[in-house]
């Protein structure tokens, strides 16, 4: 007995006509090679939209060996030009938005960037969005955008870590390998991530740890999601936290960033912190504690009175590191509440996501566990 079938294969057509055993290894064969091909290669019908907000990656030093350089003024036009390899494997629509370094974004600037992220994806052409930027809050950025918008395409952030002149410069490489992964089904579905030397890393858990090293921007105790391999596309993990297309959270319901600050606490350190924010207007404080997040008996006083005050403390460890339980003798007793394995910076951003949906602490202790 003989059974006949007919694969298509891109531009090749195959008849099968054999016995049922040999069919199917066969049929099964073409089948997983072609689902190879279309998770491995660019899409050559990829839309892809790229956001450019200056950053090292835009930047010129003097000398190709300098450690400083000069504020960003090269045109990403400039920089895809160089990475013609993929330009011409997808396609590209690209954008200027800015010329400054991160460390210069306000809170508008962040809310801009998301609303920007979210208008660009409404548009069911584009596959796909990548945003280069300055690496110093690059990681703030991600995970603001990855809290609040929500989509199932890649959102993929990147940038450099040495200027474009410098000897050894990272970024035709990261930019290349960020639409290399915009581009990907692999990166469908899960979340914001970061690509640096031929890295991937989620935006909840990146962080630059070295900004010294070329290899500054890392997932600290938490494993990479994947690498990239010439034009291979590896995702080993996906993230376990809520984001993007799963997030209750919406930039479209948020008119303003309320005032959160981080106060990071030191050997000896008085209430002077603690007092200066809430009389600025503070609506929650990151309280970057030492150890397992905690603070001298002096700013503990100065956070309980807070509290009464109506403002939500949130403990944290000043190291990044590690995970934040609740000490019932301490949390539960005075109304705390704990940033599990956030840092303090991500503890803040969620913090203000947060309260722009509820006062709740209960609620906003969950948050900290899902996000």
Same mark, same amino acid.
Do not use: W
């Given at each position: ?60 030093? +003097? ?75 690059? +990681? ?11 989509? +199932?395409?890649? &959102? ?147 956070? &309980? ?67």
């Amino acid at each position: 007995m003989s059974i006949s079938s007919r694969i298509d294969f891109y531009e090749i057509t195959f008849y099968i006509t054999t016995d049922p055993f040999t069919h199917r290894s066969i049929e099964d064969f073409l089948l997983n090679m072609k689902d190879y091909v279309n998770k491995k290669l660019p899409n050559n019908n990829s839309n892809i939209y790229l956001l450019s907000y200056g950053g090292t990656i835009a930047s010129l030093s +003097e000398k190709t060996t300098d450690e400083f350089y000069n504020k960003p003024n090269i045109n990403i036009h400039d920089l895809l030009s160089e990475i013609s390899d993929i330009t011409h494997s997808v396609n590209i629509h690209y954008e200027q938005v800015a010329q400054i370094m991160s460390h210069e974004m306000t809170h508008n600037d962040l809310l801009n960037l998301a609303i920007k992220i979210n208008n660009v994806l409404q548009n069911n052409e584009v596959d796909g969005i990548v945003i280069t930027q300055g690496t110093n809050c690059i +990681e703030e950025a991600a995970y603001f955008v990855n809290l609040v918008i929500n989509t +199932e395409k890649p &959102i993929v952030f990147t940038g450099a870590l040495r200027p474009s002149n410098a000897l050894g410069f990272d970024g035709y490489r990261n930019l290349y390998n960020s639409i290399l992964l915009a581009s990907s089904i692999q990166t469908r579905k899960i979340g914001v991530i970061l690509t640096f030397n031929d890295t991937i890393h989620c935006a909840r858990d990146a962080t630059k740890k070295d900004p010294s090293s070329i290899i500054g921007l890392s997932s600290n105790d938490i494993s990479m999601l994947g690498c990239v391999q010439g034009n291979d596309v590896h995702v080993s993990r996906v993230p376990k936290h809520k984001h993007t297309y799963c997030s209750e959270f919406s930039v479209d319901k948020i008119l303003a960033l309320p005032k959160v600050y981080v106060i990071y606490g030191h050997l000896g350190i008085d209430d002077i912190f603690v007092d200066a924010a809430v009389a600025n207007g503070a609506v929650g404080i990151i309280s970057a504690g030492m150890g397992k997040g905690y603070q001298s008996p002096v700013t503990t006083e100065a956070l &309980i009175k807070a509290v009464k005050k109506g403002v939500v403390v949130v403990r944290c460890s000043r190291t990044g590191n590690g995970y934040i339980s609740r000490d019932p003798k301490l949390d539960d007793k005075y109304g705390f509440i704990v940033g599990g394995s956030l840092s303090p910076t991500k503890a803040r951003l969620l913090l203000m996501v947060g309260l722009s949906q509820t006062n709740d602490k209960d609620q906003l202790q969950n948050y900290f566990y899902e996000y």
